[in-house]
């Protein structure tokens, strides 16, 4: 009986141990990302390998990581009026958007995610694509950690530059090449809006040919964008400009 006891309890520790370490690593991982670009994600990863599969002609994915500094103050101001209005005041996690989308998923028809930029940074940052339970759960983990350890203006300035864009265009520099001959610092309200409108499909839907959808999307994410008083409403997440 005592060596059972003993067994359990030398199982207990190591497993607590685990965790511990899991713990520090994932703090750590979070940490260096404060700092410095994420050489890729796995969704690159993934994208990259679906595309030699499919035997792409031009498989390479385009990602250049680049400061909230040199983009226009439009794009933040753009994914924040599409993706999460209430950004910068919740801490991480939309509790109304959740349960809006759960009560229409509810009801059939197209999927709605109810997910933060927070949580989608988390998931395209640190995780695989998935809709498990334990794959959720370990994204809200990451969620609060990058709340914490980040804060707002570096979660902003990441999911810009790894959002895809387009079919193998990752982050606001490489789509601004890309589609519109331009770098991301000199991006107009119009070409923000309409990158932020493909945001939800960027494989189906093109900033460089867009639908009737799309321009109809774009519509109503620049009325948004003025409705929230323009870029003065994300001066709070953007880095001071200095005096000259």
Not at 17 to 25: A, I
Not at 115 to 135: C, D, E, M, P
Not at 190 to 202: F, I, S, T
Request: aromatic share 10%; with cysteine.
């Amino acid at each position: 009986m005592a060596k059972k006891r003993f067994g359990f309890r030398a199982v207990k520790l190591l497993f607590v141990k685990l965790m511990l370490c899991l713990f520090l690593l994932s703090v750590v991982w979070v940490l260096l990302y404060r700092w410095v670009a994420p050489p890729a994600t796995l969704h690159m990863l993934q994208r990259r390998a679906e595309a030699g599969l499919a035997s792409k002609e031009d498989p390479q994915i385009r990602y250049r990581f680049v400061p909230l500094e040199e983009m226009s103050e439009q794009l933040p101001l753009a994914v924040v009026a599409s993706e999460d209005q209430r950004f910068l005041i919740h801490s991480g996690f939309d509790v109304d958007a959740i349960l809006d989308a759960f009560q229409r998923n509810r009801k059939g028809g197209n999927i709605r995610g109810g997910s933060t930029i927070s949580q989608q940074v988390a998931k395209n940052v640190f995780l695989w694509h998935g809709r498990s339970y334990f794959r959720k759960a370990i994204e809200a983990y990451f969620t609060m950690l990058i709340e914490v350890l980040w804060g707002k203006e570096r979660i902003i300035e990441v999911y810009l530059n790894i959002a895809e864009m387009g079919d193998g265009v990752f982050g606001v520099e490489a789509a601004s090449q890309k589609f519109f001959k331009k770098p991301a610092k000199e991006v107009g309200r119009q070409e923000a809006a309409l990158l932020a409108a493909v945001l939800p499909n960027p494989i189906r839907y093109s900033a460089r040919n867009p639908s009737a959808y799309i321009r109809k999307r774009r519509g109503r994410i620049v009325r948004a964008m003025g409705a929230l008083g323009g870029t003065v409403y994300v001066k709070a997440i953007l880095p001071e400009k200095d005096e000259k």
